[in-house]
């Protein structure tokens, strides 16, 4: 057995070791979340982290990957999204959901769980593969891609599928920004009403900017509190999911046990899919004590700019790395179902956000 006095260099060495190899893979993703921040510089509508996305599977379907990358890449795909999750955090208040009031609460509420259910039904009866399913309706129902990040951080999806989902909700969202502010005036909707219609409806933060900002300010600032109050439901939602998944596991390992020959054998967790899942993800903890952070008023504009600007680098440089994951071949054998279910929950969720509008407005 070896010695604490060797025990402490070995574990250091590991650390050592792994920073190496994954270095040069952190170093290329970096330099392709650089330019993918330049190209959405060039568009209001563009997200950094959706344009990551579409550059990494570029990239890596037009030349094969130098077996070197591939450790940093897969780094970056999962603990380094995990960490620009926590930082995303540091957007939100307890104060901001103070500001919508408990209706105002329970109409968000309301929209995220109607979008979300009523996708993932949608998906079912579409025949879609469960995890794809999930996926769309978490990015839908919560804030675009980062959400699908977070949640495949859970479900561990397979690449094509949480690409095919980022896909979709950067088209809607696209497409919101220019067909919600026709629908502006034939619903009646104006100001702030728009502005918090836009907030429920539409995914990425940006995109909702972008649409909101043709009524002005008024109807930004509204729709930033509503989108915001979006993302803190992130953190409920994954962990929900990281619980039944857990519970999941640790039925079907209890009956795989019950039905064996040996009723002293230890249950196999690798028939579904290996280690039980934790119950609460430790990103997810984190995120949330970002925000109660945030809300205790301790850390300066100066310091909240900083963690914004560290989380657009860190969740770009991530979202690079699980394009990098995409094979546009096996992406294709998914169909066109997904486009289907897409479209479904665009109109699904604008809907949903009118409906509360009208309700808490």
Request: proline letters at 4%; aromatic letters at 4%; glycine letters at 12%.
């Amino acid at each position: 057995m070896a010695s604490r006095d060797t025990a402490a260099p070995d574990a250091a060495d590991g650390v050592v070791d792994q920073a190496r190899a994954v270095t040069p893979g952190l170093v290329a993703l970096a330099l392709v979340a650089l330019a993918s921040t330049w190209i959405a510089s060039l568009a209001d509508f563009l997200s950094p982290l959706v344009v990551g996305v579409v550059l990494g599977a570029l990239v890596v379907n037009v030349a094969a990957l130098p077996p070197a990358l591939l450790p940093g890449v897969r780094f970056a795909s999962r603990s380094v999204l995990r960490f620009g999750i926590v930082l995303l955090g540091f957007r939100l208040s307890l104060g901001d959901l103070a500001g919508l009031g408990a209706s105002g609460l329970l109409v968000v509420a309301c929209v995220v769980t109607v979008t979300f259910v009523g996708t993932r039904w949608v998906a079912r009866r579409l025949g879609i593969p469960d995890d794809l399913g999930l996926l769309v309706a978490t990015g839908y129902s919560i804030c675009g891609a980062s959400a699908i990040a977070a949640m495949d951080g859970v479900i561990d999806a397979d690449e094509e599928e949480t690409a095919y989902a980022i896909t979709l909700v950067t088209l809607c969202g696209t497409l919101s920004i220019f067909v919600l502010p026709l629908l502006a005036g034939p619903l009646g909707l104006g100001g702030e009403m728009f502005g918090a219609w836009v907030g429920g409806a539409v995914h990425d933060v940006g995109q909702v900017v972008a649409t909101a900002s043709t009524e002005g300010d008024g109807a930004v600032a509204a729709a930033t509190v509503v989108k915001l109050t979006r993302v803190v439901l992130l953190a409920p939602l994954v962990a929900t999911i990281a619980i039944t998944r857990r519970r999941a596991a640790t039925g079907a390992a209890r009956n795989e046990a019950d039905g064996a020959a040996d009723p002293t054998a230890v249950p196999d967790t690798t028939a579904t899919g290996g280690a039980t899942p934790p119950l609460v993800p430790l990103f997810v903890v984190g995120f949330l004590v970002a925000i109660v952070v945030r809300s205790t008023g301790v850390l300066g504009d100066g310091v909240l700019d900083t963690f914004a600007g560290l989380e657009k680098i860190v969740l770009t440089i991530a979202l690079v790395g699980l394009g990098m994951g995409v094979r546009f071949g096996d992406m294709r054998r998914l169909g066109a179902r997904p486009l289907v279910l897409g479209l479904v929950a665009w109109v699904l969720v604008a809907g949903a956000a009118y409906l509360g509008t009208e309700i808490a407005l």
